[in-house]
């Protein structure tokens, strides 16, 4: 009966999980097609949008294209009015007639090449100005193009603002965009300017748009926004959401799936146009909320059906659910005693063959229960039990009806267990034999216990290590036969004795409660104790206790388990003189040494008394190992040793490093000066002879000296390092004395080469760049040139200047690499202003360092083929003066081929150098610069104008083309022609500027010299 409930829960469950399979596949696949729907809706509705947007696109693009055509051909109309000379009031009146079928243009006018309004329809623009530059194409470019200029505030350009570079509000109540078409003349260049009336074209897209969620832009082709129906939108700014600047050179049109829109911020899709023949895109854009919205309507719509329907099929299935969970959990109640047994029960019928098994008969014997039902319990048996005793067992069964007793059984892995097993007959009421039940107990665990606590047992008397036992009060409650091998204590000496027997006295008191806090706080301590045997030797042990706690962790007694390792501990002392005591002399070797300077610094930093390291090599020690052998090399380096370590103090370290090298570490000294007399006595110790078979060895001692603390943060390696190079500046010296490391020279070498390190950093990320300060003359106001001056874009600091970083290239090969960039960027920027319409020259400043290289003059040729727009004209080579040439011929051959080239050369600073009459009687140049620094003065001082007008004499004798450096006001200048210096450079000129700024400093630049200046009042 028992099986066939099993068998009902097992097809019961089966039903229920087809019946809920059933339903979730059903509710499963209403809702996918339910979303499919959705996603459908979703997909249909945005390309409605997309396919929307492309047609609001075209119409819009359509409606400016024919407009600005209509301008065009207005402007070609306009020709031979404009041929003729009528009088401006005939042009007023031809103009005023054109405007009037056109509702989307406000004014139109005539414009002369300067931006001048020469006749309008509108007569209030007549003589307004206009700025061409702000119109896009350029004006420069070819004359029949349409150009568009930036949105206006206001109704007409009499009564409007310019933008001036500045954003305007779309929410302005006029505005308009200028529009500019040459108009053919053979005479002069005329220009149709046509303003349109953004409000026209704005409300014609309202006609067509929802405002609350489309919106209408007009961009240039430079990505500058003219037009837009959105009031929260700024025009006059660049596009930088869209990028349709970008897009447009890939495709004239297409479509943004998403984007943030830059007046809302809200998440739209766009449409763009490029006008066919304008330079002008339209861009229309939805919010994608509203598609959204549009969507969820729809949706909305079909919920309201579909999921009704779907609730009802879930409520259904719920309460189906609920029904059949009832019924599976009576039939679950009625197997529960039987299958929550703890022990395996197994029952057969009358002829022995297993019927049911419950779930520990499975976790016991390994089998499922297919393979155990309809077998005899046999098949469980071990093999190592004998025919007679089953024989006696069935017997006591068919007999008495019960059998009880311990056998020994095999599990299906063919692992044996040990059980307990109780049969009984279970009979009919007729008396007829029904089956047989079988209680089986896993006692396994049991009889392994007893097992391990017999091996425990023969451990205890046979471990090599020994073992000792006490109760909670310490006393001795057994010990095995390697404790009395160990401490020489038999059995009997120890029972009931404190384990104190045992102490040697190497240990205070502060040890022992250590050892017992831990003990009761984590119920174990392990470590080394040095006691003494009953002999009184003392050895070294290691040492494990362990508490032996009850069921509530109460501790009931000790158990100490240890070794003896006095050997060991002797052989790691002798392994330990090895790894840091130098065999020869004993002394601390290098990894000792390492480890006390170390600690020496952590003094040091904790008393702030400074220490001193000592890097000591002997002077002459490889002629004594050349003449009389290593033997008597050894013999030295013991006696001095001695010696050294004797002339320090106890608590300093002197140790040997290798070979004749030794260094010493001295703590708690005042100050440098505080360790001259040590080392006085080290050098006088290492200097005294040494008798070697008769035969006097002498040799001495060069010391080199560092100090810890340093105002910068070292380590122990970089001390040695500083005291090592000490040293060798002692043996440069003369030997047999000391030197004291200079940290600030250190310092400076170290902080250059961290700058060398930086500057290639920069150069290779681009960091540098060149600023130009022009040259004039300062009665024509005729620009003579540019100076290339070189500036540092640092990351951290800003701009910096040459004197910031400059300097640490002195006499290094990357001058050369940073003069050639220099060169390269200059000559590149020549062509970049030729391509720009400008054609002027371009001074450089030449290190010496580099003027002189081997293969400047090739490298110079190189860079000019590289560039071949650029006549070597306009390339001029500054020396400086001040520096150093070291082979003026070979300057002089250089700069003869260099002029060879068509290259000029200028004298740098003249006047500051100690040979300047022979640099400008030798050197052929054709330029001197005088130095500001007498410029500045010649104002309020005699002797610098006097050499000034050295200078200026000198120049005019050896016919060279004179500029004065440092012309920073109005009277320097002044005075300066007064004296018949006409080119100067300086801040009352211009300050060094990027490349960018140069010609707008020009369009505004005008000599003023011989204006007097003005005098505050």
Not at 123 to 147: C, E, H, K, T, W
Not at 535 to 560: M, N
Not at 679 to 686: C, E, N, V
Not at 769 to 774: D, E, G, K, N
């Amino acid at each position: 009966m028992i099986r066939w409930t099993a068998q009902a829960l097992q097809a019961s469950a089966r039903r229920h999980g087809v019946f809920l399979l059933a339903m979730a596949v059903l509710v499963g696949g209403a809702l996918s097609s339910f979303g499919y729907m959705l996603w459908r809706l979703h997909d249909e509705a945005f390309h409605q949008a997309k396919t929307t947007l492309q047609v609001h696109a075209r119409n819009f693009e359509e409606q400016l294209t024919q407009a600005l055509q209509v301008i065009a051909l207005t402007a070609i109309n306009l020709d031979a009015a404009v041929a003729a000379r009528d009088d401006s009031s005939e042009l007023n009146r031809r103009l005023t007639y054109a405007v009037k079928p056109l509702p989307y243009v406000r004014s139109l006018s005539v414009v002369d090449a300067r931006g001048r309004i020469l006749a309008s329809s509108s007569p209030r623009n007549v003589g307004q100005q206009i700025p061409l530059p702000a119109f896009y194409p350029v004006v420069q470019g070819p004359s029949d193009m349409l150009r568009i200029g930036p949105a206006w505030t206001g109704r007409d350009i009499a009564s409007a603002f310019a933008p001036n570079g500045q954003a305007a509000p779309a929410r302005s109540d006029f505005s308009f965009i200028p529009v500019l078409r040459t108009i053919p003349s053979d005479t002069q260049t005329i220009w149709l300017l046509a303003t349109l009336n953004s409000d026209y074209f704005i409300n014609s897209s309202l006609q067509t748009l929802r405002p609350a969620h489309d919106h209408l832009d007009w961009f240039r082709y430079d990505g500058l926004l003219l037009l837009s129906n959105d009031p929260d939108r700024l025009l006059n700014v660049r596009d930088t959401e869209l990028l349709l600047e970008q897009r447009v050179a890939l495709s004239e049109q297409g479509v943004i799936a998403q984007s943030l829109h830059a007046g809302t911020g809200a998440s739209v899709m766009s449409a763009y146009r490029t006008s066919s023949r304008f330079p002008l895109i339209v861009s229309v854009h939805t919010q994608r909320d509203a598609i959204t919205q549009l969507w969820a309507t729809d949706a909305g719509r079909i919920a309201t059906v579909v999921l009704p329907i779907l609730l009802g099929l879930v409520v259904a299935g719920i309460v189906v659910h609920r029904r059949r969970l009832a019924l599976q959990q009576q039939q679950q109640l009625a197997a529960t005693v039987f299958e929550s047994s703890p022990d395996a029960i197994v029952v057969t019928d009358a002829q022995a063959r297993i019927i049911s098994v419950n779930a520990a008969s499975l976790a016991v014997t390994g089998y499922r229960s297919d393979e155990l039902i309809g077998n005899n319990p046999s098949m469980l048996g071990s093999g190592l039990h004998a025919s007679d005793f089953y024989q006696a067992l069935w017997h006591s069964v068919h007999t008495t009806g019960h059998w009880h007793g311990k056998l020994t059984n095999r599990r299906k892995d063919g692992t044996l267990y040990t059980a307990l097993l109780e049969i009984n007959a279970v009979y009919m009421p007729d008396g007829g034999l029904r089956h047989y039940t079988g209680l089986l107990q896993d006692i396994t665990a049991q009889e392994t216990a007893q097992q391990r606590l017999q091996i425990a047992a023969g451990v205890f008397d046979h471990a090599a290590e020994g073992i000792m036992i006490t109760d909670t009060q310490g006393n001795i409650l057994d010990v095995n036969a390697a404790f009395s091998t160990i401490t020489g204590y038999a059995h009997d000496d120890v029972i009931g004795r404190s384990p104190r027997l045992l102490s040697s006295g190497h240990h205070s008191r502060d040890f022992y409660a250590q050892m017992w806090h831990t003990l009761l706080s984590e119920g174990q301590w392990s470590g080394e104790v040095v006691n003494r045997r009953k002999d009184g030797e003392v050895y070294a042990e290691h040492l494990t206790i362990s508490t032996v706690a009850d069921a509530q962790g109460k501790p009931l007694r000790y158990v100490a388990l240890f070794s003896d390792i006095t050997e060991k501990k002797q052989q790691e002392r002798r392994l330990l003189q090895i790894a840091h005591y130098d065999a020869l002399t004993g002394l601390p070797n290098r990894v000792l040494l390492s480890d006390r300077l170390r600690q020496a610094m952590a003094h040091t930093h904790r008393t702030e008394q400074p220490l001193a390291v000592l890097f000591l090599d002997l002077d002459g020690f490889k002629a004594v190992n050349d003449q009389h052998g290593h033997e008597a090399g050894d013999q030295l380096l013991i006696e001095l040793a001695q010696r050294m370590r004797k002339a320090l103090r106890e608590n300093d370290t002197l140790s040997r490093i290798g070979g004749d090298e030794f260094v010493a570490v001295l703590t708690g000294i005042t100050s440098a000066n505080g360790c001259i007399p040590l080392l006085d006595r080290l050098i006088h110790s290492a200097a005294q002879p040494f008798e070697y078979h008769g035969h006097p060895l002498r040799v001495s001692a060069s010391v080199g000296v560092t100090v810890y603390p340093q105002p910068e943060d070292v380590d122990a390696e970089q001390l040695m390092r500083q005291a090592d190079q000490a040293m060798y500046q002692a043996k440069v010296a003369g030997k047999n004395r000391y030197n004291f490391f200079d940290t600030l020279q250190d310092s400076d070498v170290r902080n250059r080469h961290e700058q060398l390190q930086n500057i290639r950093a920069g150069l290779a990320r681009s960091e540098f760049v060149l600023y130009y300060q022009p040259k004039v003359n300062m009665r024509t106001g005729a620009l003579l040139g540019f100076e290339a001056l070189i500036r540092w874009q640092h990351p951290a600091r800003g701009l910096l200047r040459p004197a910031e970083f400059l300097p640490f290239l002195h006499n290094h090969p990357m001058a050369l690499e940073l003069g050639r960039w220099v060169l390269g960027t200059a000559l590149a920027q020549l062509v970049a202003w030729q391509q720009q319409g400008y054609h002027v020259e371009v001074s450089v400043n030449i290190d010496p360092q580099h003027l002189q290289s081997e293969h400047f003059v090739q490298e110079l040729q190189d860079m000019l083929a590289r560039y071949p727009s650029v006549a070597p004209t306009q390339l001029e080579l500054e020396v400086l003066e001040s520096s150093a040439l070291d082979d003026v011929s070979l300057v002089t051959g250089v700069i003869q081929r260099c002029r060879a080239l068509g290259i000029r050369f200028a004298l740098d600073d003249f006047g500051t150098g100690y040979s300047s009459l022979n640099h400008l009687r030798h050197l052929p140049i054709q330029t001197v610069k005088i130095d500001q620094s007498f410029v500045r003065g010649i104002l309020n001082n005699a002797d610098d104008l006097a050499i000034l007008e050295g200078v200026i004499g000198l120049s005019t004798a050896f016919r060279r083309t004179l500029v004065a450096e440092g012309v920073e006001t109005r009277a320097h200048g002044a005075l300066l022609l007064q004296h018949g210096c006409e080119g100067g450079q300086g801040y009352a000129i211009a300050h060094p500027m990027p490349a960018g700024a140069v010609w707008a400093w020009q369009q505004s630049w005008r000599p003023h010299f011989e204006t007097p200046e003005p005098v505050a009042a």
